[in-house]
């Protein structure tokens, strides 16, 4: 299990907004079985296997192509590890932990 | 105001926790006038002004150094706009409102 | 055709190196048809079909893991534009024509 | 010494290109005491003193904005040790030692 943030950015529309693009890569994830995410203020951030999540990044990428982008720039940063089970909730929990149960 | 991604990663530590590492940078944070800041499965938010942003990621950045890494990553996303106010919840909302009220 | 960086990084190794992974990576990619890369001094670029890269994306991100890494961190940016060919040399010349030439 | 990998992206102006604004980008960098810089096909890496640099990226972020963009999205990647110097040539010489001097 892999936790990923992704964040897809459409150039050249002409439009300062993304939040459209963004609401149509979360219907792409409600959809997608076995991923689970979360939008945060600068990326949305996918837990499950990653292949299942890489196919979804494929296809949360070809958005803005679909809505008329001529260029998309997509960022993906996987957090990957092996000796402890790896989830959103659980690396949230770790940091809170360390400072006494306090943290935003 | 800007907002910006920050995530800081020590390298060559021998252990694969970096809790203890975020936990610390968010202190720094708690002690950051004029920043707000929000914690998320794979980085730390932070919205205010750029230049104070930087200062804080700077210091965010040697955190590790001063508890024994060697080698540190920091990557650093920054969104700023002119044309309309720009924060953590404002960004939130936006795709949610295109969401019709719903989203994670 | 896209063209994306891709950066893996081993945490918790013991080691501050990350030259043995990063060229074990470029092995993959010496092997892996349709793909043109390039090493920089920050990540290893990528030119070919997106979902042939993601594939190669897939297999460098375990090069750690079969090392004996437990965690790995991957980041991959992708730039991809439908209204004209994007490679890697294109965007290199488009910068240097407006420096009128010169340009590192 | 620091090694330093940006990218700033000019976000709804209309215009899928972005080779001006990485132009001046270097322009700047050209004009900056103690930095060395590379232009890639997918950012600019800097290599010298943190501070410098991030003030440096300061400066690049703004570009855009002289120039009419209204929001821009800007990603640093930081890359510091201390048990060794840093340099750009020195993190590709090492893993090109390591591919029996090939590589690309």
Redesign the interface.
């Known amino acids: 299990m892999a936790?990923?943030?992704v964040?897809v950015?459409?150039?050249?529309?002409?439009?300062?907004?993304?939040?459209?693009s963004?609401?149509k890569c979360?219907?792409i994830l409600e959809h997608t079985e076995g991923v689970k995410?979360?939008?945060?203020?600068?990326?949305t951030?996918l837990?499950g296997d990653?292949?299942v999540i890489?196919e979804a990044?494929?296809r949360m990428?070809h958005v803005p192509?679909e809505h008329g982008a001529?260029?998309?720039?997509?960022?993906?940063?996987?957090?990957?590890?092996?000796?402890?089970p790896l989830t959103?909730?659980g690396?949230?929990e770790?940091?809170r932990?360390?400072?006494g149960g306090r943290?935003?």
């Open positions: 936790v990923c943030s964040s950015v459409p150039v050249g529309t002409g439009s300062t907004s993304m939040s459209s963004v609401a979360q219907e995410f979360q939008l945060t203020p600068m990326a951030i837990e990653l292949t890489l990044v494929r990428h192509f001529k260029r998309v720039l997509t960022t993906v940063i996987v957090d990957d590890r092996l000796d402890a959103m909730q690396k949230i770790s940091v932990r360390k400072l943290g935003r």
